[in-house]
């Protein structure tokens, strides 16, 4: 088992930034990704970016490239989106996953991950 924990969200003005963490915990995680996906009301949940534990590499998806950076602390065992010049469509629940064996053709499927946090909300105001 793997345990995942957001934080970070809030409520923000457009334009603004925030930064999200993804603490995980439980059973190795070399093989592992880890993604980030919203989800706003009446939605689908939607990739957001993904980072691969061991060789660092991440995906985006193009609604943020830019304007979001993930990355990931291996002593903390966390990783963090810096989420910059925020819109109001940016607001939704925000959650990580992680799946194992990602890659560029299937990072953004939300079935492809095993393990998923409880969500923090981030709002954007206009």
């Known amino acids: 088992q793997m345990q995942l924990v957001e934080s970070g969200g809030g409520l923000v003005q457009a334009g603004g930034s925030l930064r999200l963490s993804c603490a995980a915990s439980g059973r190795p995680f070399s093989n592992y990704a880890i993604g980030w996906f919203r989800q706003a009301p009446g939605k689908e949940r939607e990739s957001v970016a993904a980072?691969?534990?061991?060789?660092?590499?991440?995906y985006y998806t193009d609604s943020v490239k830019g304007r979001f950076s993930i990355s990931r602390d291996n002593a903390k065992n966390t990783v963090y989106m810096q989420m910059n010049s925020l819109k109001p469509e940016d607001t939704a629940v925000y959650y990580c996953?992680?799946?194992?064996?990602?890659?560029?053709?299937?990072?953004?499927?939300?079935?492809?991950?095993?393990?998923w946090g409880q969500g923090t909300q981030v709002t954007v105001s206009s």
């Open positions: 996953g992680a799946g194992t064996y990602l890659t560029s053709n299937n990072w953004w499927t939300p079935s492809k991950y095993n393990y």
């Open positions: 980072i691969r534990w061991n060789s660092g590499y991440t």
